[in-house]
């Protein structure tokens, strides 16, 4: 009986079609290709053919002109100004998230009572869509009745007449304050899960050989974290560098242009103006610019994956 | 914009009022903007700048005058299409916000579904805008904001040929002579063209607080000047009570401020184009109106620069402002029993200004400068519409006299239609003071019907009036750029329009 039950079993295997149970790789890099071809590969290629047309918003004829958008791009100032107000945007940002990821990571790293729930909070802020956050912190904002410019001008660092959205400088800060609330939790836990990953012995022997915790930082947790420091600082670095969503449900570029990133403009010519080449050939710029800085970055600070 | 939301934002204005004369502690404020806080994403899309402001009241619209004939004619013409959607893509403007509600009726009598999607103006443009581009048939029905009319002219079907066309799809009364001339020419004529239906004309008129007119003994404005020294004396008198002379919807790199500044350039006598067509905001009345407009934001509250029309309206429901040029159809819900300021707006023609107007001769792309710029819309068939007659009955019912009555006694706002004025629930109303007004609409009329201001008639207008006209406009009035010269921003904004002019072979 149980001889007759396993012939049924690999007769049963037997007739299993040949690609699944193929040793090709193919078969099983094509579900995850086809998808990087359809909504990656395409999408990229798609926007570089679009990018060589010179359209006309007018009689809506796009007519084969290669170099029209690229030098275009080269000669626009919103696009220059964009490119510094996406550096400075992502570098802030980057920076206020990297140190108070660290250091919240530091407070969090103990197995003591409740500092597992506490760990489950941070995750909070990533779960809120960031338009959902933009519209939260508008409202904070808001110069007649947001609680967080009632507390600036109570603080006296912030006078009525001057709302936080509506002055170039302060409008930047503000958005990036939305963005640092939101994602300095995603810092937190890419540190913790480092933290909890160092191993104890060269701790213990430093706190044998009488190091302080800041010794101790500095010489041990530090370089040893290091790896992981670069690798969350490219993601991040990378999403900054796109930002849209604070920007569009904030701001919309304004005032003037002092919050318009490049992924802002690329959005404003689009809708707007219905330049799609244009339009297309800012975001490639753009994508170009972003696998410039992360491979700088990749080969100055050596990071492997 | 519910009466739910309305509560809440001033809930928010009292508690932060209260707060600031420390009635209250700062723990009461914390809490109580915590408590304001929670499920406040309506009022929030308000604050975005996205939604015009609706204050009408659905209840009076609710009585159907829908004439048998046209109720039996929409039965059987829906029949071949009962089961059908047809999709339509607008702006939160009063009149959709009804049709929206009244669009049951429709759907009873055809069979015929309709899904009204609600967004911000600029989305609306770019949802037409990827509609078109790959001529997709996505919306039946589209609807157009005056400034888009050229851009989407080929795009729809002209309703006056398509009723000639379709006899058996022809709505019995329907009467095209009935819609307001200027209306069609202002809104929806395009190179001989109907692109669309009338469907909404807010339209700048001049609005004043009596009773701080009465209080400071000022007449009311006729002119430009009167209205500068009026806002300058109340400014100046009432700043420190939390009143300002006006407020402004002057959001950078929103359509909003482009409407406030071409009334400012117009009110001075210049015309945005020439008739050469190139820019002509640059010249002496151009730059004379933005100098005027930048006095104007040194006497509004300060979030004038950070507003759109929303952001405006509230400032006059909340008595933070006295006088206002701008678009008539606040007029109704400043006055609503809600309101804060309950009757004490009064409404008049719009201001004078100091020199002539530019005649229609002297400027570009068949461009209207005079002192009341509208803002209409029209509703247009979509070409690429897989429904077209299905969205055509739509269209008429929702263009008809009854609907479009209807809509103006729920909305508060002016009639397309010159049957709506004599109907006898709008004349009923004009004795009201408080909500359900229309005592505002013999003004409204007149400005359509004489002092009517069109912007320019240009295919990549939309583009232009959207982008690159306040985005520039914005860095001067932020301080972002220009340094507070309004000649330089006229001059940059003037070579970024004639390049797009030329790039577009306009001229």
Known sequence: MMRDHDSKADAKL?????????????PWLFPASAMLIIFGLYPVLYSLWLSMFKRNPATRIETFRPSWNWSKVFADDRVIDAVSITLTYTLIALTIQLVLGLAIALLLDSDR????LLRSLMILPLVVPPAVTGMMFLLMYDGSFGVISHMLYGLGLLSPSTPILAGGTSALWGVIIADVWQWTPFMVLIMLAGLRALPKDPFEAAAIDGATDIQAFFRLTLPMMSKIIALAVLIRGIDLFRIYDYIKVMTDSGPGTATETLTAYAGTIYFKNADFPYASTVALFTLILVVIIANLFIKIFKVRF | MSFKNYDK??????????????????RDFLSKMGIAGIGMSAFATGVLGGARPFRGNMAHAAENNTPEDVANFLREAGKPFAGTTIRYTSEATPPTVVLDTLKAEFTELTGINVEIEIVPLEQVLAKATQDVQGQLGTYDIYYLDQAWTSTFSRDTIDPVQYYKDKPDLAMPGFDFDDFSKPLVEGICEYDNKWVGLPFDIPIFTLMYRKDLLEKHGIAVPKTYDDFTAAVQMITAAEKENGIFGTGCQAKSGHYSLECDWTQAVWGHGGSIFGADKKFSGNDAEGVEGLQWYQEMLRNSPPNSVASTWDGQWQMGASGQIALCQSWAEFFPGWNADDSKVKGLWEMAHPLQGPHSLRGRDDVGFGEIPNWGHQGGSSIALSKYSKNVDAAWLFLQWACSKDIMTRCTLAGGFAPMRNSSYTDPRIVERKDRV????????DTVRWTIDNVMASEPDLPIWAGVANNEIPTELGKLVTGQDYNGDAKACMDQIAKLVDAKVEEADLI
């Open chain 1, 14 to 26: 037997i007739r299993l079609p040949r690609w699944l149970t193929s040793d090709h790789p193919f």
């Open chain 2, 9 to 26: 934002q001033n809930f928010i204005i009292d508690t932060a009022n209260a707060f600031t004369k420390r009635k209250i502690s700062k």
């Open chain 2, 434 to 441: 408080g909500g359900g007004t229309t005592r505002h609409l």
């Open chain 1, 113 to 116: 009572k409740g500092f597992g």
